[in-house]
Structure formats: C-alpha cells, structure tokens
Nanobody
Framework: QVQLVESGGGLVQAGGSLRLSCAAS????????MGWFRQAPGKERDFVAA?????YYADSVKGRFFISRDNAKNTVYLQMNSLKPEDTAVYYC?????????????????????WGQGTQVTVSS
C-alpha cells in the first residue's frame, strides 16, 4: 500500500509560480509511475502531468508546468510557472506501479491506484 501526501498549494497571483510536492510512503517509490491531476469545482478530474519512463504533459500546461521526482526522497514535484486563473483547482497526486514494458502514459483517473488528499491552488487575476 502506498500513501501519498501533497503539499505546496496556496494563493498566487496570475503569472506567479508554485511548486507542489507529493511525498510517498513505502520503499519501492522508484517502481511507480506518478501523476498529477486537478479538479475545479463542478468539473471532472483532469490529467496534468505524469512521470515514469519519461515525462508527459497535458496540452494546457505544456511549457509552463514541469514534473520531476526524487526517488531518494520518495517525492514527486510539480513546478507550476506562469500560472493563470484557469489553473485554479484542487491538485491531486496519483500513483501506479510501472508495468514491465513501457507503454501509453495513463491519463485518466481510473488508471491510477493510489491518490493523495489534494492541495488547493488558487490563482487570482
């Protein structure tokens, strides 16, 4: 079982930056593909970014957000730059075991097995 805890959310002005962190329990973090999703009020939970064999981003954040991981610290990060009001949402960290063979990057919530509790990001205009 893996437990995920996000941190780093907050209120920021448009154009600003935030870095989200997601700390994972367990000793096999490096064997997990990690992703970030976000959910705005009244909307579905949308894919933001994932890191496993490589990094992959939603078109809406490409060039502004950057995902990285530190396996020694069991932590995945989401650096968010040039934030826009439409980036306002609860951001969730998610994980799943890496399959033995590289394949399509999972971009839907039901493809992930573990979730954090979420951290609120609010971008003011």
């Amino acid at each position: 079982q893996v437990q995920l805890v996000e941190s780093g959310g907050g209120l920021v002005q448009a154009g600003g930056s935030l870095r989200l962190s997601c700390a994972a329990s367990g000793r096999t973090f490096s064997r997990y593909l990690m992703g970030w999703f976000r959910q705005a009020p009244g909307k579905e939970r949308d894919f933001v970014a994932a890191i496993g064999w490589s990094s992959y981003y939603a078109d809406s954040v490409k060039g502004r957000f950057f995902i990285s991981r530190d396996n020694a610290k069991n932590t995945v990060y989401l650096q968010m730059n040039s934030l826009k009001p439409e980036d306002t949402a609860v951001y969730y960290c998610a994980g799943k075991r890496l399959p033995p063979i590289a394949g399509a990057v999972p971009t839907t919530p039901n493809e992930y097995d573990y979730w954090g509790q979420g951290t609120q990001v609010t971008v003011s205009s």
